[in-house]
């Protein structure tokens, strides 16, 4: 049996997991430390990409832009920090989830507003536009490089999060944000702080999409539901779990896409709605 | 399939015909009844002095996606019809009366946006819709609207075949082609072309099953030594192709055949040439590819595969090559700043064939007009179009062609082939 | 050094704190008795600004720390002690250190001298201690950063009185050093309390009752075990 | 002053509006205004749905992010029944009172043991997989292009006409209605509301705390799904949109707008929610600009919802009139 077209779907899920990861690893930060579920997640990860398309358009500075395109999402992310979230921090769950939702569709309209409503995109940079084929399938380099960068922030997280006091305090407001309070620990400069990181590295993500996949107003969304479908199974709360339930997402979507194209999408909620089911708190998380 | 196929099979020998002839012969291949009823249609009525229509203005309801992800094609609904309604009002109306449009967003609940724009805002007819669902489900209700319905992007054979010809629902026209452009026609172009293993890669609804049933089966039928060796079902709104696409390029296809539309579009074929795509199939044929969001999207970086990227829409603006069109064309870019996009010369003519009906009636009763527009023949931008009585579709030739570039922001068109409407649609009883 | 005044304090719509009226005076250590539900908890975290809502004034060495968020009032130097002890699970006892010493660096001897057996602590993850172990390093921690006051709430409940003395004899040494001190504990540590503390309150439905010296209480002893337990 | 304190204690707000507003849909049909007999379905439907919804949410304290699949369950098996297996609207829609029923207590046994969070995350789960298996089970639901032609004209009742289909809906309307209000008054609706108050009181009263979320399950799917089944009928088509998520938010955001704590609250939030897209959708493009914004108000400054503003504002007037309102 000729096995390179599982390896070559290995790899694409690889890089699809990586994506996922960017964007579960900004929604798990959130989560875990301000506790709200943040449907404005589409948001950032748009705002990234619609960044990223304006400032190569006027630059043609491919990491100028990528930095632009993630600072001024983080940016973004710290406004609705400010000007939303922070009202509803002490309302119930589904005011918080309300209050995003709202703000989501918003910005999906006001999104338009400035940037039409064509899709857009811009070109994989010169010297990543190659790459290796296997088996007729082009691997294409700015691919692997996305996989790299996916494999970097999950190091640079942990290591930040195990080995700086920054980290240590923001472990602490994840676990008892009351506790943090009374050992003068500013649990609204680390929320504010999350969300920069959160919605910076949504932006990220979706800066780094142009050159790959076309942006248009509201097409995050699936992805989004799929990094969704990555937090609630790797458990609310675990940088771990998340990263290895993206790539295992990524990994079997992208093989059911080969063996029963039927069906792919219903296996993937069967399977998130079988774990939960057994395991409500998710596969890493803690009760 | 009706029986006189074969037939047309045989008169027409190639089936293909060229750019310059395409749309002559198209017209010359229609049946007997076709020209007769052309008489009636150009037969002007002298002696009746003072027609005029009950009403002062005519109100047209447009329905169309006008927020999120597409509203690109609502917009291109609304260029169109405004196009045509400026136009008409310029020349003082129809038999006096004036054109209105009122546009509404199909994606708030379009059976409500239907009713409201009958019942308050007082609509005589309504036209537009671009999702087939929603034609379906306006489709449904229109009896009860009383009021015609001209569908002019909405593509699901089910309409016409089942609502119209089946259920008898008179009511309901459409001036697009069908499903069958997508299907059928396609599988007239990829018969000719050197390749036998087929890969598929379309939409997971209705509109995208039907686009490859017809394909694979006019083509097996065609060229019994084609094979179709994989086949891929992306869901609606499918943001990243990588997967689907890997898994094609896996397979030993020789070309391609895809009726993923808009935005996806865009995406996948950019995709598609990343991953090496352009290097495995040597012809690819993109149903929808001429939509011109799509050409606009893409641009300089349109990828033409080795034995062409074949496309096609409801309408291409550059064909036909008659004055008529070439006029239209150069009207819609002053107004509107771009190349006139299939929905917007659709809904345009839509216009058009109501304001023939109604001058030929003089009257807003839909029962007469239905009447009328049952086998109408009108001259339009994409050529002549005639509807059929038994189930309201706008039978008209829109042709493939070969994605060239030739230097202009948008890509053009090379080897344009047209095959006779009425060779590659589906005929009544629709069995 | 701390003045409480008028306090009323609540949770959403029940009033959980009603006038409570009370002065600290540098160095001294207090125990606030009382039974279950009579406000003791509430009264540290209403003087802290965690969860309730209240009225009155609180003010620390003369500044008004009424409206000031939990976390500036740390950086006064009122350390908190919360009844959990406040140790975060999953992190070690020296992250748990260092989340209270922030940027400073963790004087190891130091906390030698208040508890001698602190390294065997050290890499233990804080979930993974006992009962009696996690008061200590609570209150260890508050070594860390320049405390003047602290606050501890219950910290020898389900303790055994072996460690119970142990746990005093700690908050005596810090006391003496010239922290000032007010804990808080359920009735039946009354007499542990008494044996150690200056000042003694007793809170009950929500009122301070009773505040005097230790003195006096033994004094009033009956009039206390009266209050508390009835 | 007892007379009229005694009849204050019996008309209760609650009845008046009710019937008030009963008899109200009950005359729309004489205006002959085909498009106000619309919207006033619309709310029917939509108000069911939502009261429905508000058994969960505002009595037990649960929150629901899949009602889409009860209301999709009624829907589609009223559309199924009356296609494939005997075609009466009437029949076709008591059949999902059953459906509805079963339906519920499966999604009970598996999410009702776990947190409110896990509740609210299991039920959006469940509802997702309802909504790509009706996707994907082209053969039987037609895919995404749904099904087409549920019939109005039946065995046992025509319903063609549409004045006819409006009083066929507002039967069922009022029935609903009138259930609700008798479970509200009942010990069991206090019981429930006493769940939502305090969950961990109640075991000490001897009831389980897990049947009685079960109890509220039931009655709030069924009332969704019945919903739903109208909903097939009125239109005479089902797509599987009506149960995907967000279809099943929309009686959330009436109920906020309403205001989640008092008994008609949903209702009144159908009935601004309703008209107020339909006024909105004019503005096109911006409809959805718009619903995000004034969401967003409605969060960030009128929680208690219109009834909860309007409460506020009477007792600071000093008039007490919306208190009799609450449950």
């Known amino acids: ?287 | 399939m009706s029986v006189d196929r074969r037939g047309f099979i045989k008169t027409l020998g190639a089936g293909v015909v060229g750019l310059a002839v395409g749309a002559v012969l198209g017209w010359a291949a229609k049946p007997l009844e076709v020209r007769e009823v052309t008489k009636t249609e150009t037969v002007t009525v002298p002696g009746v002095v003072e027609r005029k229509l009950p009403k002062a203005t005519v109100k047209i309801g447009v329905l169309g996606i006008r927020s999120g992800l597409w509203s690109t094609y609502g917009e291109f609904i609304e260029q169109g019809a405004r196009l045509a309604a400026e136009e008409i009002n310029a020349k003082g109306g129809i038999l006096g009366s004036r054109v209105e449009l009122v546009f509404r967003d199909e994606l708030a609940d379009v059976v409500k946006q239907a009713k409201e724009l009958v019942d308050v805002e007082g609509a005589d007819f309504i036209i537009g819709i671009d999702s087939s669902g929603n034609a379906m489900k306006v489709g449904g209700i229109v009896s009860e609207l009383g009021k015609i319905l001209v569908v002019t992007h909405a593509a699901t054979h089910r309409l016409t075949e089942e609502l119209v010809y089946k259920e008898g629902k008179k009511l309901i026209f459409r001036s697009s082609v069908p499903v069958y452009q997508d299907g059928t026609l396609a599988a007239y172009i990829a018969k000719d072309l050197p390749v036998r293993k087929w890969a598929g890669i379309n939409g997971d609804y209705e509109f995208g099953r039907v686009s490859w049933e017809l394909f694979t089966k006019t083509l097996k039928a065609l060229r019994p030594d084609v094979e179709f060796v994989v086949d891929q079902w992306p869901k609606f709104g499918t943001e990243d192709f990588t997967p689907f696409i890997s898994a094609l390029l896996a397979s030993d296809a020789e070309a391609l055949f895809t009726s993923i539309w808009a935005i996806e579009l865009v995406t996948l074929q950019r995709q598609l040439t990343i991953m090496g795509g352009y290097k495995k199939f040597r012809a690819v044929i993109s149903t929808l590819g001429y939509s011109m969001d799509v050409a606009y999207s893409l641009g300089t970086d349109y990828p033409t595969a080795e034995l062409g990227t074949w496309v096609s829409a409801r309408y291409m603006w550059p064909y036909p090559p008659t004055k008529a069109n070439k006029d239209f064309v150069d009207r819609f870019k002053a107004r509107w700043g771009r190349l006139p996009a299939y929905s917007a010369e659709t809904t345009y003519s839509a216009i058009y064939m109501l304001k023939a009906a109604l001058e030929n009636a003089a009257t807003l009763d839909p029962d007469i007009l239905i009447k009328t527009l049952e086998g109408l023949v009108i001259m339009t931008p994409a050529g002549v179009r005639w509807i059929r009585p038994e189930d309201h579709q706008a039978i008209y030739e829109v042709p493939y062609g070969r994605i060239v570039h030739k230097g202009a922001e948008v890509p053009l068109l090379e080897d344009l082939k047209a095959v006779p409407a009425m060779l590659y649609y589906r005929h009544p009883p629709f069995t | 050094m701390l003045s409480v005044e008028n306090l009323n304090g609540y949770y959403g719509p029940f009033q959980v704190l009603f006038n409570v009226n009370f002065k600290v005076e540098r160095g001294d250590m207090i125990a606030i008795v009382g039974s279950n539900g009579a406000g003791k908890t509430s009264l540290l975290k209403s003087i802290m600004n965690i969860e309730l809502r209240k009225e009155g004034r609180i003010t620390f060495e003369g500044k008004d720390i009424t409206k000031l968020p939990t976390y500036k009032i740390a950086k006064l130097g009122i350390f908190y002690i919360p009844d959990t002890g406040g140790l975060y699970h999953g992190l070690t006892t020296l992250e748990n250190m260092q989340l209270a010493a922030g940027r400073r660096t963790i004087d190891i001897d130091r906390l030698k001298e208040i508890y001698p057996e602190i390294d065997a602590l050290l890499h233990r993850p804080a979930d993974k201690l006992s009962g009696g172990e996690r008061k200590i390093v609570s209150i260890l921690r508050s070594i860390l950063v320049e405390t003047k006051l602290l606050l501890l709430d219950e910290p020898t409940e389900g303790v055994s009185p072996i460690v119970t003395e142990e746990i005093y004899k700690m908050l005596k040494k810090l006391n003496d050093e010239g922290k000032t001190i007010i804990v808080v504990e359920a009735g039946s540590r009354l007499k542990a309390a008494l044996k150690y503390v200056g000042k003694i309150g007793v809170m009950r439905a929500g009122k301070l009752e009773y505040f005097d010296t230790t003195e006096k209480a033994l004094k009033d002893l009956e009039l206390l075990k009266k209050l508390i337990f009835i | 002053m007892s007379l009229s304190s005694r009849l204050k204690g019996l008309v209760n707000g609650n009845t008046v509006a009710l019937l008030l507003l009963i008899a109200f849909l009950a005359i729309i049909p004489l205006t002959g205004h085909r498009f106000y007999m619309y919207i006033a379905t619309l709310i029917m439907i939509m108000g069911m749905f939502a009261m429905g919804y508000n058994v969960l949410f505002g009595y037990v304290g649960l929150l629901s992010f899949g009602h889409g699949l009860f209301f999709g369950a009624g829907a589609y098996s009223t559309a199924l029944f009356t296609l494939k297996v005997y075609s009466d609207p009437l029949v076709g829609v008591l059949i999902t009172v059953p459906v509805a029923l079963l339906t519920s207590i499966i999604v009970g046994v598996l999410t009702l043991k776990h947190g409110k969070v896990y509740f609210a995350i299991l039920t959006l789960a469940l509802s997702m997989i309802f909504w790509s298996a009706l996707v994907k089970l082209r053969w039987l639901t037609g895919g995404t292009d749904g099904l087409v032609g549920i019939p109005k004209r039946g065995v046992f009742v025509d319903v063609s006409g549409p004045i006819v289909t409006y009083y066929f809906i507002l039967a069922f309307f009022a029935v609903i209605m009138l259930g609700l209000y008798i479970l509200n008054k009942s010990r069991y609706g206090l019981l429930l509301r006493a769940l939502g108050a305090n969950e961990d009181r109640l075991p000490f009263l001897g009831y389980s705390t897990f049947t009685l979320r079960m109890v509220a399950l039931t009655i709030s799917g069924t009332a969704s799904a019945l919903a739903g089944s109208l909903y097939a009928v009125f239109y005479s088509v089902v797509t599987p949109d009506v149960a995907y998520w967000t279809f099943g938010a929309e009686p959330l955001i009436m109920t906020l707008i309403g205001g989640p704590s008092y008994f008609l609250g949903p209702l009144i939030g159908a009935l601004i929610f309703v008209p107020l897209t339909t006024v909105v959708a004019r503005f096109a493009e911006y409809w959805m600009l718009l619903l995000g914004i004034a969401l967003l108000a409605v969060i960030l400054f009128f929680r208690g919802g219109l009834l909860g503003f309007l409460e506020s504002l009477s007792r600071e007037l000093k008039l007490g009139v919306y208190r009799r309102w609450r449950f």
């Open chain 1, 1 to 287: 049996m000729d096995l390179t077209p599982f390896l070559t779907q290995i790899f694409i899920g690889l890089y699809k997991g990586s994506l996922y990861w960017i964007l579960a690893l900004g929604l798990v930060l959130i989560f875990g430390v301000v506790r709200v579920i943040n449907f404005a997640h589409a948001t950032f990860y748009v705002t990234g990409s619609y960044m990223m398309y304006t400032f190569y358009m006027y630059t043609g500075n491919f990491i100028l832009s990528l930095t632009m395109a993630t600072l001024i999402a983080g940016a973004l992310g710290v406004a609705f920090e400010v000007a939303v979230i922070r009202r509803v921090y002490k309302l119930e769950t589904i005011y918080q989830l309300l209050a995003t939702f709202a703000i989501a569709l918003i910005f999906n309209e006001a999104q338009k507003l400035v940037w039409g409503k064509g899709v857009v995109y811009i070109p994989i940079p010169e010297a990543l536009r190659e790459g290796v084929s296997i088996g007729g399938v082009t691997l294409n380099y700015y691919m692997i490089l996305i996989m790299v960068i996916g494999l970097l922030l999950f190091i640079i997280v942990i290591l930040f999060m195990n080995n700086t006091i920054m980290g240590l305090r923001i472990r602490a407001v994840w676990r008892d944000p009351v506790m943090s309070e009374a050992l003068g620990v500013s649990t609204r400069l680390i929320y504010t702080l999350v969300f920069f990181v959160g919605a910076a590295l949504a932006g990220l993500g979706g800066a780094l999409t142009v050159p790959l996949i076309s942006v248009g107003p509201g097409l995050a969304d699936y992805l989004i539901v799929t990094a969704f479908i990555v937090v609630v199974i790797a458990g609310l709360g675990s940088i771990t779990g998340a990263y290895i339930i993206s790539v295992l997402v990524g990994v079997l979507s992208s093989i059911l896409v080969l063996i029963t194209p039927e069906l792919d999408i219903v296996i993937l909620y069967m399977i998130a709605a079988f774990i939960l089911l057994l395991r409500p708190q998710g596969l890493f998380g803690e009760r």
